[in-house]
């Protein structure tokens, strides 16, 4: 659907651009991307959203929409046509909703609690949290899913787009704990499931390299900790 009065306002690599990215491109919804500095917050960021001042924003009809998952849901609200994100049953609509407010809220958070952890004992805490949690979308999966391809059944949908944004990122925190978080000995459903949705082409060209972003996080924390010490 040839859209020309859509613009998104991001940063490359951030997840939660990415799942707007990949709502756009399921409901084929062609648009402006705006890159966003990461370093200094422009006056577009600043006066279309002045709450968070946090990326990403959506623009339609130059109305700014803020926040990933409200964006995500403004999407398939706006633009009805197939296919759908959210679920049409109310009960499976909330049950969608209630796991993506706890992937962002408590789950995805547990990860870089994890990696900053300092010594053995805290590190072994924050592993099992984490591990914990996983166990608990692998349920969330096998009960949302139905024995179907995803969260959203035979097609990707809400939860599928909230969880996948973070897969680049989680596969980053591997790389730079030499943990796997996503261990197909503990939630084998889930590791066929980020295998499936890594392939669809309608989002794995949102799904930034992990290679990469691990490596431009190790040179941020070092500018960082340079600064700092100025």
């Not at 803020?66 to 009960?91: F, H, R, T």
């Amino acid at each position: 659907m040839a859209t020309s009065n859509v613009k998104l306002l991001g940063r490359n690599g951030c997840p939660f651009v990415n799942r707007v990215q990949m709502a756009l491109s399921l409901k084929s919804i062609d648009h402006e991307f705006i890159e966003e500095d990461p370093f200094k917050k422009s006056e577009l960021l600043l006066k279309s959203n002045p709450v968070s001042k946090k990326v990403p924003v959506l623009f339609h009809a130059e109305k700014p929409i803020c926040e990933s998952l409200l964006i995500v849901q403004y999407i398939d609200e706006a633009w009805p046509n197939s296919p759908s994100i959210l679920p049409s049953d109310p009960y499976e609509c909330a049950i969608a909703r209630f796991w993506a407010a706890y992937i962002d809220e408590k789950w995805f958070p547990l990860t870089a609690e994890y990696r900053k952890a300092e010594g053995e004992e805290a590190k072994a805490a924050a592993r099992d949290k984490v591990v914990e949690g996983t166990l608990l979308l692998e349920e969330a999966f096998i009960s949302c899913s139905k024995a179907k391809s995803f969260f959203g059944g035979d097609s990707i949908g809400y939860l599928d787009i909230v969880l996948g944004s973070l897969l680049g990122w989680l596969k980053a925190e591997e790389n730079l704990t030499s943990t796997k978080i996503f261990d197909e000995n503990k939630i084998p459903q889930l590791v066929a499931w980020t295998e499936r949705f890594c392939a669809n082409k309608a989002v794995k060209d949102f799904i930034p390299e992990s290679e990469k972003l691990a490596e431009g996080f190790k040179k941020f924390e070092k500018l960082k900790a340079a600064l700092n010490s100025n």
